[in-house]
């Protein structure tokens, strides 16, 4: 089993940027796969699913007795509904790093949908691979953070240690210079039970370069589970665990989601206070947080 | 596909004894898997792979064109040299908590025998389920631990912080009592990436409860991979990164393997010193470990 030629050689394509993210051909290699994917979804007849997560209704993509992931009804851009236009609108911010003629919302559903898109085809044209769609999707979300912060990412950091140097391999790190905070962005489609990584990674940036040095941005797409026999879709959120490992382990600037769960966002007025905003937030928040504050 | 239905039946059983892991009659029932685990490995073949891993010789299970994960040769049993009479004296021990008929080394090559025949008869015998050799690995361990210390394991601890209580799931603990040294002891079949959960989790006792209260020691049955192409086993170590979360994320006080590798056993002699040790030493070592020092 193997994906669609045409989306198949996109994503090779994709894992040539691993070192350039921060390049307009990147940006017009992802919408050319958006529309790919788009148009082979034509393909799949879908299916309602049965929510018991309030407030949002999913569907399925299925075919030949498989069902892809959930998809969020209402963040999921139609194609009847100028798709290809509403990409190219978003290109053209992310290329020309101006955001004036587009909004965080829209931008969250554009991404939400490119994203979803991608996953479901590979859950229904490959089997049990978990790597691509998480491989696609640390690729679109490092590169319109990486065009937003106008600096390529690294995938390690060097670490000085007096009588040895060490290379700690990590999420992105996006390094901006002299006076300014780095992000270290790790970006997962869903976290559950290893999301735990992610702070022991800020706090092992926090030992080695010194608090505050490093903004912990973590990038998720959504925490949704589908039982594939009830065809139930629930949404796995540890919230109180959060909550122990932003007091104890380290401090998490923000955590960006594109189908944020209300128990995450609840996080956001409650002690301690873990800001869970929507990802298109950051391209209008990222201005301010490149400054110390 | 399924398990051997004695093996399976004992698994179950086995499963009973997740709150009372220190229950004498869990050693029994462990000694009984283990000689039908025995039993059963005579319908397989045994296959020498092609080891590059320094010193160590290792060889498959296999039956209808599957391999089962690599066996170190000098840690294993044979059924003929006195299997079923080695373990009698190993229970016997366990059970009196009297370790003075058998050495640190027949106990670390008792449990390796164990613990490796029964994960290579899910390996041959069921597809892709690593949860249960994980678990019957945790238990096996859980359960000469809680033995050794005379009290059984919890999985969760209370965290009381203020204005909210919440438990927090964790791996084995043991409470020991007022002026002693808590335990807490994640168990893995092996480590890879994600072992800085267990340095992560530390932090959190740590942070929770003060640093020094509870001593962190993990304990692992091997880090080998088998090629399924060219049957080669290599070990998967990462001594490096282990240094710099002893540095800055935590401290563990033990972590004890029954199939070391080498590049771990380096780290007693390296700084920061992270003590790598035989399983079969903490049950001569207990008593120190369980005093302040």
Redesign the interface.
């Given at each position: 089993m193997s994906l669609p030629s045409r989306i198949n050689n996109g994503y090779e394509d994709l894992k040539g940027f691993r070192l350039n993210l921060c390049d307009s051909k990147c940006t017009d290699l992802l919408i050319k796969m958006a529309n790919d994917c788009m148009t082979h979804l034509a393909n799949y007849k879908r299916i309602s699913l049965v929510s018991h997560v309030e407030g949002k209704d999913y569907f399925s993509f299925y075919t030949s007795g498989k069902y892809s992931r959930p998809v969020l009804k209402d963040k999921w851009i139609e194609q009847e509904t100028c798709f290809t236009q509403k990409l190219g609108t978003f290109g053209d911010a992310i290329k020309s790093n101006s955001y004036s003629a587009i909004s965080s919302e829209e931008i969250s559903t554009i991404l939400y949908s490119i994203a979803i898109n991608f996953c479901c085809i590979v859950d229904l044209e490959k089997s049990g691979d978990q790597k691509t769609p998480g491989t696609f999707f640390e690729y679109l979300i490092g590169h319109c953070f990486a065009m937003k912060l106008r600096a390529n990412p690294c995938k390690e950091v060097d670490?000085l240690?007096l009588d040895r140097s060490?290379k700690?391999?990590t999420d992105f790190v996006f390094d901006l210079g002299k006076e300014k905070p780095k992000f270290h962005l790790p970006v997962k489609t869903s976290t559950r039970e290893?999301v735990?990584?992610v702070?022991?990674?800020q706090?092992?940036l926090?030992?080695?370069y010194g608090t505050g040095r490093f903004w912990g941005t973590l990038a998720c797409l959504a925490e949704t589970k589908l039982d594939n026999k009830t065809k139930v879709v629930t949404e796995i959120c540890l919230p109180?665990?959060w909550?122990?490992?932003q007091?104890?382990?380290s401090q998490m600037k923000r955590i960006y989601y594109l189908d944020i769960p209300k128990k995450y966002e609840d996080l956001n007025n409650s002690f301690p206070k873990i800001p869970v905003k929507s990802v298109g937030e950051f391209f209008f928040e990222a201005d301010d947080l490149t400054k110390f504050n």
């Open positions: 670490v240690n060490t700690l391999p290893r735990i990584q702070w022991a990674h706090r092992l926090d030992g080695v109180d665990q909550k122990l490992y007091l104890f382990i």
